[in-house]
């Protein structure tokens, strides 16, 4: 079983920052992939950003030049870190891992999210 715990959301102004963590925690053998999505009510939940076993990035449109996805070597810690955020990111943000849990045992994990405000 793995599971993941996501904090660092809040309540930020516009212009503001805020720093994501996610940590895992379980029986896992190897990492493929992290990300985080991002959820408003009535919509689709959406990348923001995803970061492989390799190191390799991706990153919403949205997200670029914004927010800086990074993971501590090892691959159990995550983080996105968000800068001159704006009212249109306000959503309910989830981190999620691709991983092994076995040799040839892999799923897809979520956490249960971190709700990110923007509002003056």
């Known amino acids: 079983q793995v599971q993941l715990m996501e904090s660092g959301g809040g309540l930020v102004q516009p212009g503001g920052s805020l720093r994501l963590s996610c940590v895992a925690s379980?029986?896992?053998?190897?990492?493929?992939?992290m990300g985080w999505y991002r959820q408003t009510p009535g919509k689709d939940r959406e990348l923001v950003a995803s970061?492989?076993?390799?190191?390799?990035?991706n990153y919403a449109d949205s997200a670029k030049g914004r927010f800086t996805i990074s993971r501590i070597s090892g691959g159990r810690t995550m983080y996105l870190q968000m800068n001159s955020l704006t009212p249109e990111d306000t959503a309910v943000y989830y981190c999620?891992?691709?991983?092994?849990?076995?040799?040839?045992?892999?799923?897809?994990?979520w956490g249960q999210g971190t709700q990110v405000t923007v509002s003056s």
């Open positions: 970061i492989n076993s390799g190191g390799g990035t």
């Open positions: 379980g029986s896992i053998l190897s990492t493929v992939a």
């Open positions: 999620t891992m691709r991983a092994y849990i076995g040799p040839s045992n892999w799923g897809d994990y």
